[in-house]
């Protein structure tokens, strides 16, 4: 079970503790449901998400570099490129801040995953977060995909 928020970043602060910067590509094989394949660096994964805005079941199974890159020539709409940055805030939890590249430049937004979901409703944003979009499907990864370039 996956529960996010996810919120717009008009401006990355400059004072950030970023602990972790991942180079990210992904394509989706289907949207309906959503199936996806991402490359995380030097690891490559198969994902299944179910329906819903905050809260998903999720499942990734693991690929290989070849199977990632044979499915790859299969995805419908654009292939996302984005780097993740990992920030450490309060109670555990962590900011995943991606920062679209190509074509989706300058889109800059920020998930938190939480362990449930009385967390993520009493969540209070950093100050320099921007618009709640969790429950816009607009801005899901897999609508970005089909948005036209």
């Not at 995380?40 to 990632?68: H, I, Q």
């Not at 074509?103 to 995953?113: F, K, Q, T, Y």
Request: hydrophobic share 35%; aromatic share 10%; glycine share 2%.
């Amino acid at each position: 079970m996956e529960i996010e928020k996810k919120y717009l970043i008009p401006e990355i602060p400059s004072d950030l503790n970023i602990i972790k910067t991942r180079r990210i590509e992904q394509g989706y094989l289907c949207t309906d449901p959503v199936v996806r394949i991402r490359r995380d660096d030097d690891s490559f994964f198969l994902t299944y998400k179910s329906k819903g805005l905050m809260v998903r079941e999720e499942y990734n199974l693991p690929l290989t570099s070849s199977a990632y890159e044979h499915l790859r020539s299969k995805i419908d709409g654009r292939l996302i490129r984005k780097f993740r940055h990992v920030i450490p805030i309060d109670n555990n939890l962590f900011i995943e801040l991606d920062v679209f590249q190509d074509d989706l430049s300058p889109l800059i937004l920020a998930e938190v995953e939480f362990p449930s979901e009385e967390i993520a409703e009493n969540f209070q944003p950093p100050s320099w977060f921007g618009e709640d979009v969790t429950f816009s499907s607009l801005y899901h990864n897999s609508t970005l995909s089909k948005t036209e370039k």
